[in-house]
C-alpha cells in the first residue's frame, strides 16, 4: 500500500520561508502533487514533481527525490492568506491520488 | 468553465438511514475520484472510475456503500443504512486523463449522522 509522512503542524510569520516536508512509501511511484485546503474549502492543485528536482511556480517551490522518496513544499514570502492546511499526494500505478495527512500552516503577523 | 459540482453541501439524517450524493464532473474529464476526508485528516480514497468503469474500489466499504457513474458522466455515492462513524465531508473529483497530474475539486458533501 501507500503510505505518506508530513508534519501536522507548522507555524512562521508574514514574509518569512517555509518548508513542508514529505515523505512517501508506494509501489508504482510516478509523481508527488501538492494541494492547498482552506477552512471549509475543496483542496486545490498546487504543484507536481514527476521528475527529480525544483519547479518554481510563483511564491511557491516544489522538490522531489525519487531515491529518497523524499519532496517537500517551499513557500517564500509568506502571507496571511496563506493560513490553510497542505497536503502531499502521491500518483502510483495502483491507486492513484493518495493524500497525507496534512500540514496545517499557521501564519501569524 | 464550470467546476467539479456536487450536491447537496450538507445532508444531516439519523443513523440506518439511506442518503445519496451527487457529483457532476468537469466536461471531457475521464477520470471521477471519491474521497472521504475527516476532521484533520487528508482525503481517503473511496473509488475512483474511467470513463464508467470502476477501477479501484478496492477501499469502498461494499457492505453499505455503492456508487455508479452512469454513461461516464454524472455520478452518485450511496449509503445504506448510514452509521454515525459515516459522518465526515464527501468529496469528488475529477481529472482529464489517467495518469492525472491534477485533479479538480468540488465543495464536497458534509454528512452529519445522528
Known amino acids: 500500500g501507500q503510505s505518506l509522512e508530513q508534519p501536522s503542524e507548522v507555524t512562521a510569520v508574514e514574509g518569512a520561508i517555509v518548508q513542508i516536508n514529505c515523505t512517501y512509501q508506494?509501489?508504482?511511484?510516478?509523481?508527488l502533487s501538492w494541494y492547498q485546503q482552506h477552512d471549509g474549502g475543496a483542496p486545490t492543485f498546487l504543484s507536481y514533481?514527476?521528475?527529480?528536482g525544483l519547479e518554481e511556480t510563483g511564491r511557491f517551490s516544489s522538490f522531489l527525490s525519487r531515491s529518497d522518496s523524499y519532496g517537500y513544499l517551499l513557500l517564500q514570502e509568506l502571507q496571511m492568506k496563506d493560513s490553510a492546511s497542505y497536503f502531499c499526494?502521491?500518483?502510483?500505478?495502483?491507486?492513484?491520488?493518495?493524500f497525507g495527512k496534512g500540514t496545517m500552516l499557521l501564519v501569524s503577523p | 468553465e464550470a467546476g467539479v459540482v456536487q450536491s447537496p453541501r450538507y445532508k444531516i439524517i439519523e443513523k440506518k438511514q439511506p442518503v445519496a450524493f451527487w457529483c457532476n464532473p468537469i466536461?471531457?474529464?475521464?477520470?471521477l475520484y471519491w474521497y472521504r476526508q475527516n476532521l484533520g485528516q487528508g482525503p481517503e480514497l473511496l473509488i475512483r472510475?474511467?470513463?464508467?468503469?470502476?477501477?479501484?474500489d478496492s477501499q469502498l466499504p461494499k457492505d453499505r456503500f455503492s456508487a455508479e457513474r452512469l454513461k461516464g458522466v454524472d455520478s452518485t455515492l450511496k449509503i445504506q443504512p448510514a452509521e454515525l462513524g459515516d459522518s465526515a465531508v464527501y468529496l469528488c473529483?475529477?481529472?482529464?486523463?489517467?495518469?492525472?497530474?491534477?485533479?479538480?475539486f468540488g465543495q464536497g458533501t458534509r454528512l452529519t449522522v445522528v
Open positions: 473529483a475529477s481529472s482529464p486523463e489517467t495518469m492525472n497530474t491534477e485533479a479538480f
Open positions: 508506494t509501489s508504482g511511484f510516478y509523481g
Open positions: 514533481n514527476a521528475l527529480d
Open positions: 499526494a502521491v500518483s502510483s500505478g495502483y491507486s492513484t491520488l493518495t
Open positions: 466536461s471531457g474529464h475521464n477520470t
Open positions: 472510475y474511467e470513463n464508467e468503469e470502476a477501477v479501484d
